[in-house]
Protein backbone atom coordinates (compact mmCIF):
# COMPACT_ATOMS: atom_id res chain seq x y z
CA UNK A 1 0.00 0.00 0.00
CA UNK A 2 1.46 3.76 -1.17
CA UNK A 3 1.60 6.28 1.41
CA UNK A 4 -0.76 8.44 -1.63
CA UNK A 5 -3.24 5.48 -1.17
CA UNK A 6 -3.35 5.35 2.63
CA UNK A 7 -3.26 9.22 3.35
CA UNK A 8 -6.43 9.74 0.31
CA UNK A 9 -8.63 7.37 2.56
CA UNK A 10 -8.28 8.56 5.70
CA UNK A 11 -11.30 10.59 7.37
CA UNK A 12 -9.23 12.37 9.58
CA UNK A 13 -5.63 12.98 10.79
CA UNK A 14 -3.67 14.89 13.89
CA UNK A 15 -1.68 17.67 13.11
CA UNK A 16 1.40 18.52 15.36
CA UNK A 17 3.24 21.60 16.07
CA UNK A 18 5.49 23.33 18.77
CA UNK A 19 3.65 27.28 19.81
CA UNK A 20 6.02 29.72 20.97
CA UNK A 21 6.41 28.69 24.57
CA UNK A 22 7.63 25.50 23.37
CA UNK A 23 4.76 23.68 24.26
CA UNK A 24 3.10 20.85 21.91
CA UNK A 25 -0.10 22.15 20.44
CA UNK A 26 -2.16 19.09 18.24
CA UNK A 27 -5.39 19.63 16.38
CA UNK A 28 -7.46 16.83 15.15
CA UNK A 29 -8.69 17.61 11.54
CA UNK A 30 -11.65 15.33 9.73
CA UNK A 31 -13.42 14.99 6.42
CA UNK A 32 -15.19 12.63 4.38
CA UNK A 33 -12.61 10.40 3.17
CA UNK A 34 -10.46 11.81 0.30
CA UNK A 35 -10.03 15.18 2.25
CA UNK A 36 -6.71 15.12 2.93
CA UNK A 37 -4.15 14.35 -0.18
CA UNK A 38 -0.48 14.27 -1.07
CA UNK A 39 0.06 17.90 -2.82
CA UNK A 40 3.71 16.41 -4.26
CA UNK A 41 6.71 14.81 -3.47
CA UNK A 42 8.31 16.72 -0.70
CA UNK A 43 5.62 15.70 0.51
CA UNK A 44 2.86 18.82 1.26
CA UNK A 45 -0.42 17.35 2.34
CA UNK A 46 -3.28 19.62 1.54
CA UNK A 47 -6.79 18.91 3.60
CA UNK A 48 -9.76 20.82 3.28
CA UNK A 49 -10.90 22.93 6.32
CA UNK A 50 -14.44 21.20 6.62
CA UNK A 51 -16.96 22.71 9.17
CA UNK A 52 -15.46 22.06 12.75
CA UNK A 53 -11.96 21.78 12.28
CA UNK A 54 -11.44 25.80 13.46
CA UNK A 55 -12.71 24.69 17.11
CA UNK A 56 -10.73 25.82 19.31
CA UNK A 57 -9.26 23.17 21.23
CA UNK A 58 -8.99 23.08 25.34
CA UNK A 59 -7.06 21.42 27.95
CA UNK A 60 -6.75 21.39 31.58
CA UNK A 61 -2.99 22.17 31.61
CA UNK A 62 -1.94 18.46 32.05
CA UNK A 63 -0.04 17.18 29.11
Known amino acids: MTRR ?10 LAGVGESGRPYIQHR ?3 PGFLE ?7 LGFADVRGNRTRPRSNGRC
Open 38 to 44: ILDDRPR
Open 30 to 32: GGP
Open 5 to 14: FFLSRRGSFY
